[in-house]
């Protein structure tokens, strides 16, 4: 089952602009991941952030998580056109490391 | 270069008859998932196998089968496909363990008539 929500559903911004998508999860967790899906093709992982952490930054990604809202955010800075995807956070559960994800954000960076 | 892989693409199949799509690794993972995606929806777990071991999705329809006859190959096998089958099937892998990481295939898009 679906894990939260992710907000907002669609995103579109201008290239060289800023894109922020928040996500929200139900259960305790351990880390939070990040995937990126480009139109038709499987994921890519973009960033885990561990539940001690608050803020983790990687290249032009930045991610936060508030485990007392249970919510977590990922910032792409200076946008560009290939960053046009969808965005879904995921949590993880079980000693297979199972990835629940949330219902994803889709992001169109405009040229 | 080290991958997930997913055969085919694109499979077309008639309501009814069964279908079996593939995953192959070059990774040497010891965990294959199968994920089922629905249009405009997020992907949703079905099951997966950790080494021999097959885990199964509470939620999972009985319709829905795997096999992993060794590390590098996983099936899904879907024994009579519905209208409501069709969907991209996402296979990934992680190393299990303390990380965390899936790596996906591209996705085998299947259409039901």
């Known amino acids: 089952s679906q894990q939260g929500e992710e907000d907002p559903q669609a995103l579109s911004i201008q290239e060289g602009e800023n894109a922020t998508m928040n996500c929200s999860y139900k259960t305790s967790i351990n880390n939070l991941q990040w995937y990126r899906q480009n139109s038709g093709r499987g994921l890519v992982h973009l960033i885990l952030i561990r539940s001690n952490e608050r803020e983790k930054h990687s290249g032009r990604l930045r991610v936060t998580l508030d485990t007392s809202k249970k919510s977590s955010s990922l910032l792409i800075t200076a946008s560009r056109a290939a960053d046009t995807a969808s965005y879904f956070c995921a949590t993880v559960s079980g000693s297979a490391r199972q990835l629940t994800f949330g219902s994803g954000t889709q992001l169109t960076v405009l040229p | 270069d080290a991958m997930v892989i997913q055969n085919p693409r694109y499979q077309v199949t008639q309501f009814g008859k069964p279908v079996t799509l593939s995953c192959s690794q070059t990774l040497n993972h010891n965990v294959m998932y199968w994920y089922q995606q629905k249009s405009s929806q997020a992907p949703k777990l079905l099951f997966h196998?950790?080494?021999?071991?097959?885990?199964n999705e509470a939620d999972t329809p009985d319709n829905f089968q795997s096999r992993r006859p060794n590390t590098s190959f996983c099936f899904l096998d879907i024994r009579s496909p519905g209208l409501g089958d069709a969907a991209m099937y996402l296979c990934?892998?992680?190393?299990?363990?303390?990380?965390?990481?899936?790596?996906f295939g591209p996705g085998t898009r299947l259409t039901v008539t």
């Open positions: 990934a892998t992680s190393t299990g363990g303390s990380s965390y990481e899936q790596y």
């Open positions: 196998y950790y080494d021999k071991d097959f885990n």
